[in-house]
């Protein structure tokens, strides 16, 4: 399948967890922050963790929203959501 000496950034310790949101939970996570899509912040096509997570799901259109998993000290943990943007 792929190259046995490529390496899977999302298994980096230092790599925050990323995951794909499901498209029909994008607009409650839109409304329960009072933000539209264009002002999340951005991540690249061309980002070696979305490339990751589209070995596991396939192609990730621009438009569609990333979940950024980080552990907090003051809690569990602290979700950060990103756009998918073009490559450039």
Same mark, same amino acid.
């Given at each position: 399948?792929?190259? !046995? ?10 790599? $925050?967890?990323?995951?794909?949101? $499901?498209?029909?939970?994008? !607009? ?5 922050? &009072? *933000?539209?899509?264009?002002?999340? $912040?951005?991540?690249?096509?061309? &980002? $070696? %963790? ?8 396939? &192609? ?17 943990? %602290?979700? %950060?959501?990103?756009?998918? *943007?073009?490559?450039?």
């Amino acid at each position: 399948m792929g190259n !046995k000496d490529e390496i899977n950034v999302l298994k980096h310790g230092l790599v $925050p967890e990323h995951k794909l949101v $499901p498209k029909d939970e994008e !607009k409650e996570i839109l409304e329960k922050m &009072d *933000v539209q899509r264009e002002n999340l $912040p951005k991540i690249r096509k061309t &980002d $070696p %963790a979305l490339e990751q997570l589209e070995k596991v799901h396939g &192609d990730i259109n621009v438009g569609r929203i990333i979940e950024v998993r980080r552990k907090s000290r003051t809690s569990d943990s %602290a979700n %950060a959501y990103r756009l998918v *943007v073009k490559r450039d």
